[in-house]
């Protein structure tokens, strides 16, 4: 698909960044306010955060943001690579649980387009990886919100055992799925494949 295409409803998306490349490597515009506002993406980006973890197989999530302070989010690798994940958690969505997930590496550009009412989580897939997120809102540590990673009822299928697992113990605490009281309405837009728009 491409920015031509008509307004998406606010799902999770990949979104694809031209790079301009030469002799001496590439150029990419990460950001550009506008294309995303042509997907149909009009919120305003006020924070960036950026992780870097040493080892392959550490895991961050599943994590949201309650309301009023809940987060959009935009995902981009910095450097190595990472299979992320969103999971629906809308109230009364007929895709509730359900998830949709990327692999985004810094050699595929690729970025990942996380909205409100859904928890956000990924597993770095080398050592030493770099990610930076755009988010919506500033953190808010008394509106933190998450579901255990290995929650059975997501039952995401990691490609690593939980013995080669790095994890917060923050993270290994979560609650489950079948105890969250979402805030989140539904907003008649059932989960679907994730759409890839490639601005190039």
């Not at 995303?36 to 993406?41: K, V």
């Not at 109230?91 to 990942?112: E, H």
């Not at 799925?177 to 994730?194: I, K, Q, R, V, W």
Request: hydrophobic share 40%.
């Amino acid at each position: 698909m491409s920015a031509a295409s008509d307004p998406v409803p606010l799902l999770p998306l990949i979104i694809v960044p031209k790079r301009h490349a030469d002799s001496r490597g590439w150029f990419v515009e990460t950001f550009h306010d506008k294309r995303l506002r042509d997907l149909g993406i009009a919120c305003t980006f006020v924070q960036d955060n950026q992780s870097r973890s040493t080892r392959r197989g550490t895991l961050r999530g599943f994590h949201f943001q309650n309301p009023p302070a809940a987060q959009v989010k935009l995902i981009s690798v910095l450097h190595g690579r990472i299979l992320d994940v969103a999971v629906d958690i809308r109230r009364n969505s007929p895709t509730y649980g359900r998830y949709v997930s990327a692999d985004l590496s810094s050699d595929n550009g690729r970025q990942l387009f996380v909205p409100t009412g859904f928890a956000h989580g990924f597993v770095t897939l080398e050592d030493d990886v770099s990610v930076l997120y755009k988010v919506s809102d500033y953190y808010a540590p008394s509106g933190e919100g998450g579901i255990r990673w290995d929650d059975p009822d997501i039952a995401f299928p990691w490609p690593m055992k939980g013995a080669d697992i790095v994890l917060s113990e923050r993270d290994g605490r979560m609650p489950f799925l079948a105890d969250l009281e979402s805030p989140f309405p539904y907003d008649g837009n059932p989960l679907t494949e994730l759409p890839v728009f490639d601005l190039s």
